[in-house]
């Protein structure tokens, strides 16, 4: 069937103009007008009304006209040339409207692991810092003169800072996203890196450790959205490639006091200051990209819809008993990351130096357990991982303050590699179990984390001081039977999988 000549084209009919006037002819079917200007009018956004109307005319122009169709996408195909303008091309407006959202829905889904050792890197600087304090407590004691309950105050101050800003944080940028918030933070933990390198009096130390905990306070929430929003679905993978770094900074920090702080003085530590500076330069570039990736994240509607199978009266009671497993991890990890130094030094006679080791070897664990636990739980399921990761560490628990000094730091790792690997698996289930609010899960629970070491970290103290510090090993060697309670958590499979929240 030979086309009619396009109202726009001459006597001489060139290749060009045939491409053209079967173009034009198109877009006259589907719009009942011919373009202005002989250029089409179907760049439009994409998603727009105007473009889904004028791709359903579109749809049914090619049923009732297919030969006019078909001719003019045959000849389109023996041109030489290409059109320069993508709005060139004769294609219809459904089936753009089709590729260009497969592609965009394509990219969405990509895991941006560039972006991933980007935020993992800041992360382990800003733990690094969190965690020289505690290797600092046998130098701080020593120097000010302080008991067990005001080393459970600096390390209470450190935590609840962090424990109680983190959620508001979190629930604040959900509703109103601070992409910059990241460098801001960093910058509250390079003021109080300097405090506690330069004072002189207990209160500033207090002060310090506020500063370097609402650092934390602003980039955990900030940093695990952006996370889930690099992750492209894989949210397990990414929640443990971010947090690997936090423990690998919270493991170097012991080591970084034992060989050059110790030695020379805690006023050392303000060459790390150089390194946080370009952390806050490296999360400026994090913010501009979460600036214009904000589309990665579901919306909180189609969020919610992915998991309405599960009641509200179900998800509080899951939420209760993951508090309470939070509680046995990080009341158990207090015990070894604030006294585990002192432990060694009481029971095995071992110097200030030779402690850390001792230390960082089991913060290497902790390290390792993060890395494992979130693709295990994207791969077999978060329930299992929680079961494995906080019950599985209870009979290695309860041996250690039996055991020998070879056992004990053989004892330590797998502690350390068990019981770590929970809190990406937590972090992801407490995210599925309240989809849409990323920032405020991930400040509850990291606040959570925050806090209760803070509140172990001084409970025990005290109880240090009351009976003796490996007393208080034997008693925290039970917590790890609370992972018992993992059994009453719901399933949080998703309606539609193929949904971020």
């Known amino acids: 069937m030979n086309s009619p000549k396009s109202p726009h084209s001459q006597d001489s009919n060139t290749p060009a103009q045939i491409f053209h006037a079967d173009r034009d002819k198109e877009i006259v079917k589907a719009d009942g007008a011919p373009p202005a200007f002989g250029r089409p009018r179907g760049r439009l956004l994409l998603g727009s009304p105007e473009r889904a109307r004028r791709a359903k005319a579109s749809k049914s122009t090619q049923t009732i006209n297919s030969d006019n169709i078909i001719a003019s996408t045959d000849y389109s195909k023996k041109t030489t040339s290409s059109p320069k303008h993508p709005s060139d091309f004769p294609v219809s407006a459904g089936d753009q409207c089709k590729t260009s959202g497969l592609e965009e829905y394509k990219k969405n889904q990509n895991t941006a692991f560039l972006l991933l050792a980007a935020l993992s890197s800041c992360h382990l600087l800003t733990d690094l810092i969190q965690s020289s304090v505690p290797a600092l407590y046998p130098l701080l004691k020593k120097s000010f003169q302080l008991n067990f309950f005001q080393i459970g105050c600096i390390n209470l101050t450190l935590k609840s800072v962090g424990s109680l800003f983190q959620p508001i944080v979190g629930f604040y940028t959900d509703r109103y996203p601070k992409p910059y918030a990241l460098p801001l933070g960093m910058g509250f933990t390079l003021i109080g890196l300097i405090l506690l390198a330069t004072v ?12 370097i905990g609402f650092g934390a306070a602003i980039f955990h929430p900030e940093a695990s959205r952006i996370a889930h929003m690099a992750s492209g679905g894989k949210n397990g993978l990414a929640q443990s490639l971010f947090q690997v770094g936090g423990n690998t900074g919270t493991s170097l920090g012991p080591l970084l006091i034992a060989v050059f702080i110790v030695p020379h003085g805690r006023f050392q530590i303000l060459w790390l200051s150089f390194f946080i500076f370009g952390g806050i330069l490296i999360l400026g570039k994090i913010g501009a990209w979460f600036s214009q990736n904000t589309h990665r994240l579901a919306s909180k509607a189609t969020a919610q819809a992915s998991y309405k199978h599960i009641s509200s009266r179900r998800r509080i009671f899951a939420i209760v008993i993951l508090v309470i497993l939070i509680f046995s991890k990080y009341f158990y990890l207090e015990s070894m990351l604030s006294y585990y130094t002192f432990f060694l030094i009481k029971k095995f006679h071992l110097s200030i130096a ?3 080791y001792f230390l960082f070897l089991l913060l290497v664990s902790v390290a390792m357990g993060t890395l494992i636990g979130g693709p295990w739980g994207d791969r077999i399921g978060r329930k299992k991982v929680i079961w494995v990761s906080i019950l599985g560490a209870a009979p290695f628990s309860l041996l250690l303050p039996y055991a020998s000094l070879f056992w004990v730091a053989v004892l330590s790792v797998i502690i350390g590699v068990i019981i770590a690997s929970a809190f990406s698996a937590i972090l992801v289930y407490a995210q599925e ?13 990291f606040g959570l984390a925050f806090g209760m070491g803070g509140l172990g970290s001084v409970s025990l103290g005290a109880l240090a001081d009351a009976t003796s510090i490996s007393f208080v090993f034997k008693v925290c060697s039970m917590l790890p039977l609370l992972g018992l309670l993992t059994a009453f958590l719901p399933s949080t499979k998703k309606v539609n999988p193929d949904i971020s929240c």
């Open 200 to 211: 002189g009096s207990y209160y500033y130390l207090l002060m310090a450790a506020a500063c």
């Open 354 to 356: 030779q402690s850390q």
């Open 433 to 445: 179990l309240i989809p849409g609010n990323v920032g405020m899960v991930s400040g509850l629970f």
